[in-house]
């Protein structure tokens, strides 16, 4: 089937539109709750609530898996008309976030007094983070749920749905977040409470959307099927590459934090701001990405290498084009975008000794982003583990060797050379994203 540029153009825009939406909630998400920590005190909140969110980032990011995994498999049924193994997937997915979540909230204390004693602060913001932390540890098993759910509606080529429920959850975490802390004056543990309401009633909203949708599938539901060995051992192996790929990830985002620390609260402080500049971006470029996910899939389902080929050059088109607005807004607007989150002179006059990294963010991140959607929806999930293993080890390798003359900059030289190379590798390991490589 030859479809015209049009036709390819608004099938992507269908899935990426939804999906960027979605995405883009969550950061503003951590942007209001960085305001309100703000608002309520000095800047030891907004550090506070930067390694409290940093620590749930590197359960979440490790969590990911699930999304990933379970979206590129069903989209894969989805393509393959096997509807069956689509509904079974949600099944197997669930089961194992559920497992997952058990095992972090029985897990919670040793889990908490370690990651904040490893964030490195000062007493006073390790103690704030510590507050954050043991309320927001409760939202776990409806976070991880919703990663199934999210990666089963997008393999089923629908955005649409995960858009509402994304949406629904921010008003709610706001509303709920504002009202705990102004007032009950809960301080940084009613933000970390209106987060657990939101994730339920988000999880609660799912349930009844799918219901809505796609209760046909009930039909096809057989949970002795869905238990099977050979399905359930292809599906953890490719979440057990995937949470691989993904914790050398969250270790380099987690470390970031972690280094910015040692710089000093200040440091800190700005290095949190500006790294909700490249969270927007991250979130927004991965709306692109998800769409790569249920359309690489869906055609590998179909085995049809030559929908796939094009769909790749217009994904990879389009996330250019939002790397360049994206540098345009940064340079156009750094500093009243800085000061929505922090009145601090101190931090925005630090951030601008910075902000050019940030700046070139967008245009060294979007390939690598966009390669990883291609590939996860493909399930070359191998792939994608070893190439971020190097990336991984030339960050560190970076870091230590920059750090001691240049300080925080060699941070942010070192995050950026992460990037670089994960697109880099990702290139020439796919063999120029040779489309018979990737649907074999």
Partial sequence: MNQKASTINKEILRLAIPNMISNIIIP??????????????????????????????FIYWNCAFLRMGTSGITAQAYGAGNFRECANMLVRALWLALIVALFLVMLQKPVGDFSLYAMQGSDAVRQLAGEYFFVRIWAVPASISLFAVQGWFIGMQDAGT????????????????????FCFDMGISGIALGTVVAQYAGLIVSCIFWFVKYRKYIQYFDVKESLRFAP???FLHVNKDIFLRTACVVAVYTFFTAASARFGDTILTTNALLMQLFTLFSYMSDGFAYAGEALSGRFVGERNPGMLKRYIRYMIFWSLIIAILY???????????????SPSEDVIRTAG???IWIIAVPLVGCIPFMIDGIMIGATKTKLLRNTVFVSTVLFFAAFYTLSPVLDNTALWISFLLFLFFRGLLLYFYSEKLDVMKIIE
């Fill in 162 to 181: 995960p858009m509402f429920i994304a949406v629904t959850s921010v008003i709610i975490n706001v509303i709920f977040s504002l009202f705990f802390v």
């Fill in 353 to 355: 000794q910075y902000i």
């Fill in 232 to 234: 359930v051992v292809r």
């Fill in 28 to 57: 503003m998400l951590g942007m209001v709750d960085i305001a309100i920590a703000g608002y309520i005190g000095e800047d030891l909140n907004i550090a506070a609530l930067s390694i409290g969110t940093t620590i749930f980032n």
């Fill in 327 to 341: 540098v345009i807004v940064y340079i156009m607007a750094w500093q009243k975008i800085l000061m929505i989150f």
